[in-house]
């Protein structure tokens, strides 16, 4: 038997014969797609499907992006409340600084220093001035009602000048910065004799 003689059951594709665009034989036609096997009623009920699948998946992608887009404000808000906030750690060390240079200068005026008193009164003022342009102030505590969100009571005191409850006298003085206390008063508060 002759090479040419054997048939070959497996013929190899040639360009252009059509076969990868879905081209059924030689004759270069295109397969339809197949009709769907159902009855119409039963292809409506497969679109409606379809069609409340596609809202659900629309809907969770709108929702999604909302709660994506809320997150990222609500971070922002809170990254601006930080930023505001971020230099109460150092104010409450300056405090102490403070207090002890309020000391120092209430015993140099006792004594009667005068240039140095008005050179320490001079910088206790240009202290101040710095800490009140970054927003910390000091709380007003003297005849206030005692307030247990800005003052710290360590003593009563008996007092028929003033209404119980009163701050009488400040032993300590409290800041906030911006809204928020960063430091309560201690303070002494009135009550009856």
Do not use: C, W
């Not at 070959?8 to 295109?30: F, M, R």
């Not at 309020?102 to 009667?112: C, I, M, Q, T």
């Amino acid at each position: 038997m002759k090479p040419e003689e054997l048939e070959n059951p497996i013929e190899p594709k040639q360009a252009g014969d059509g076969s990868e665009n879905g081209a059924s034989g030689a004759t270069g036609e295109v397969e339809t797609p197949r009709e769907p096997t159902g009855g119409a009623a039963e292809n409506e009920a497969m679109i409606d499907e379809l069609k409340k699948e596609r809202d659900l998946y629309y809907d969770q992608l709108q929702r999604s992006r909302a709660e994506f887009a809320n997150y990222q404000l609500r971070a922002k808000n809170q990254a601006d409340i930080d930023r505001q906030y971020m230099i109460a750690s150092l104010v409450n060390d300056l405090l102490e600084v403070l207090d002890n240079f309020e000391r120092a200068l209430a015993a140099a005026k006792a004594a009667g220093s005068g240039p140095i008193v008005e050179g320490m009164d001079m910088v206790s003022r240009q202290l101040m001035s710095v800490l009140s342009k970054h927003g910390v102030e000091p709380i007003v505590s003297l005849g206030e009602p005692f307030d247990p969100a800005r003052h710290e009571a360590l003593v009563q005191q008996p007092d028929s000048t003033h209404p119980e409850g009163t701050v009488v006298a400040e032993l300590i003085r409290g800041y906030s910065l911006k809204d928020r206390v960063i430091r309560p008063a201690k303070v002494a508060v009135s009550i009856k004799p």
